[in-house]
């Protein structure tokens, strides 16, 4: 097949990122590759996003075409809006970028050209790290391999960019981000990929620019919201892997995901050690098994296990080094 017989759908969804929304439409208008479809999903953003996208749009007359610009009418949050990208994408193959980000112009061209040469469902690349005036390389290990018991909740692994999937491996099956996830979106979806692709390839190449700029301290109502929302999504993903039979063959991951959920009780202002030990308490008996969490914080862990809970609810100051999980 022609390679550009083939269609590529990115989805970009946007709420108020009127700072960096023209860098990140201009990087995907100017891909050396042509037939894209450009699905744009405003979430009710309220600054001056749209009306700069809409005059970037304007120096690309030519691709006007291609470009779907779907408003909702009420703020639907992270996961409406990735689940509403996926169900307007027509490409037989799907990618995301995130408004703040950008791409270089082979990018695209480059994932579509592994993933034919492979015969692959899914290519995953490392990406740049932008913050501030500072550029890093974000790559995976040598020779790594897409393995849910072994890659655990690894952001390379698990967001949405820097992923060209098949069509028939996310749009033609019922994977949509949970309702109301907006943390862990991307992994509650791609998860789930993973277990019905037939092959994944690692191409150890970035083309893809994270912006993270200094980020504010998150609020305590916010750590809570982000802590529940873990929660939720271990619990609808452990149902998902029960019900397809598939908890026993990725049993490793699914405890791996258990106890990261719960780490944020161990962290912030509102440190709840007896909620800790009761939620998911078989995960704490592999404490040591965890081996992506260094281990001194397995020991601390595995003292918190261990030590009466008043002992450690009295001292919970020291535990706001413990290590975390994005």
Known sequence: MDNNTIKISIGVPIYNQQKYIAECATSLFNQTYHNIEYVFVNDCSTDSSMKILLEIIEEYPHLKKNIKIINHTANMGLWGSRNTCIENMEGDYLTFCDPDDWIEPVALAKMLDIALSNNADMVCLPYYENRLNKQTKILYKPNAVFDLNCNYNNVLYYNFWAKLIKKDILKDTDFRVYKNIDCWEDLCVLVRC?????????????????????????????????????????????????????????????????????????????????????????????????????????????????????????????????????
């Not at 083309?207 to 802590?227: A, T």
């Not at 873990?230 to 063959?249: G, M, S, V, Y």
């Not at 009780?265 to 260094?294: D, V």
């Not at 030590?307 to 706001?320: C, D, E, R």
Request: with cysteine; aromatic share 14%.
């Open 194 to 326: 993973a277990t019905i692709a037939n092959k994944i390839v690692i191409h150890n190449t970035p083309y893809y620019h994270y912006r993270k700029e200094n980020q504010i301290s998150i609020s305590n109502q916010r750590h809570s919201e982000i802590l529940e929302q873990h929660l939720e999504c271990t619990d609808l993903l452990t149902q998902w892997f029960i019900q397809n039979n598939l908890a026993d063959k990725y049993s490793y991951f699914i405890n791996h995901l258990k106890f990261t959920a719960k780490i944020k009780m161990l962290r912030g202002a509102n440190i709840n050690i007896k909620r800790w030990k009761e939620t998911y308490p078989e995960t704490n008996k592999m404490i040591f098994s965890f081996h992506q969490i260094p281990l001194i914080y397995r020991i601390l862990f595995k003292a918190v296990d261990l030590l009466p809970t008043w002992i450690t609810q009295s001292t919970a100051s020291i535990y706001n080094i413990f290590y975390t999980t994005k």
